[in-house]
């Protein structure tokens, strides 16, 4: 038996740093394209921090890459190109090396909460992410997320005097923490219609598959 209906409630579960979470949201909104309006679509940006405790002023990609999951720098630097290759397939495009620096980005996802009251956190999202892996900026900059944001269509002066206070702080703990609750232990995690769960960077043809498949209620929550 199948329900068809064509709203979607789409919860992006990334970190801004992530470049799968980059990867994934150029392939979900590939496939929502290619769908068109048998999808009416409503996106919400949540809060996942892959490294809490990094310091404002970032630690080398290279290094922190090696540390954490205890590979050679020949073995980081070959996934770096895979990853490129992955997001260029996309249309995205990735601009690291060695040199490349990874950012705290705690102050950026506050920044994306204030934008989701202003409609303009899907345009902040795209903006962040680009800046970040195409342009290289430091993300944990309040200057540069500012500007950012300006570049997002948003008020500048009013990021920056929102990044300069304790606005969201809360909000954004409680939300990290209630998707940990839900079970979400890695990202990009894209929960759809709260219920079904498609994970990783996945390829545009896999998301489409999944969404045509949840809309046409051919698939078990």
Known sequence: MTNMTNALKIDFVSDIVCPWCAIGLASLNTALERI???????????????????????????EHITEKYGITADQARANREQIRARAAAVGFTMNRDDASLVYNTFDAHRLLAWAQERGAQAALKAALFTAYFTDGKNIADRDVLADIARQA???????????????????VREEEALWVQ???NSVPAIVVNDRYLISGGQPPEVFEQQIRAILAGDVQG
Request: hydrophobic share 40%; glycine share 12%.
């Open 153 to 171: 269509g948003l008020d500048g002066m009013e990021a920056g005097a929102m990044l300069a206070s304790d606005q969201f702080r809360q909000q």
């Open 36 to 62: 068109g309006p048998a999808a009416q679509t409503e996106i919400a940006f949540h809060p996942f921090e892959l490294n809490p405790n990094l310091p404002a002023a970032g630690q080398s990609q290279l």
């Open 182 to 184: 839900r079970g979400i």
